[in-house]
């Protein structure tokens, strides 16, 4: 929900009926020590291989997984100063790469927030950008 500079990252397979979502805010855990223990989930690195690890005990396949990025957003004094949105996004997708998988869909960066949803019985992902919503397969 209102996903800014955050990525939230979607996972599907159609086949297997599971999906996962993943909401992260930072793309690096490596300067958090406790933090990042604490919560893995919060960084691109170290939330992204559990966000896979979860597709697959699900039942998951690589070759199946239909995969999403939206938000990365360069919100207010963001864009000029850290660009968080545009890290969070590019360790995104080297973190994919990595993992031999591409984005099905991508609605990343601009200065607008985003909201995502999965419906797990029809693989639909919802996105609501600038008060519209898309239907996404």
């Known amino acids: 929900h209102s996903l800014g500079s955050c990525i939230g990252l979607v996972g599907y397979d159609p086949h297997a009926a599971a999906g996962a979502l993943l909401h992260f805010q930072l793309p690096d855990s490596s300067n958090h020590g406790k933090r990042a223990q604490e919560n893995?989930?919060?960084f691109a690195d170290t939330g992204i291989p559990l966000f896979l690890?979860?597709?697959y005990r699900m039942g998951a396949n690589r070759g199946r997984i239909v995969i999403g990025m939206f938000g990365g957003a360069n919100m207010?004094?963001?864009e000029e100063l850290f660009k968080i949105g545009t890290k969070n996004a590019r360790a995104a997708k080297k973190i994919l790469w990595q993992h031999s998988l591409a984005l099905?869909?991508?609605d990343v960066g601009?200065?607008?927030s985003r909201t995502v949803s999965l419906e797990i019985a029809t693989g639909v992902i919802g996105l609501r950008r600038d008060g519209k919503v898309d239907n996404l397969r």
């Open 53 to 55: 690890e979860s597709l």
């Open 76 to 78: 207010l004094d963001d």
């Open 40 to 42: 893995p989930y919060m």
């Open 104 to 106: 099905n869909h991508e």
């Open 110 to 112: 601009g200065h607008c």
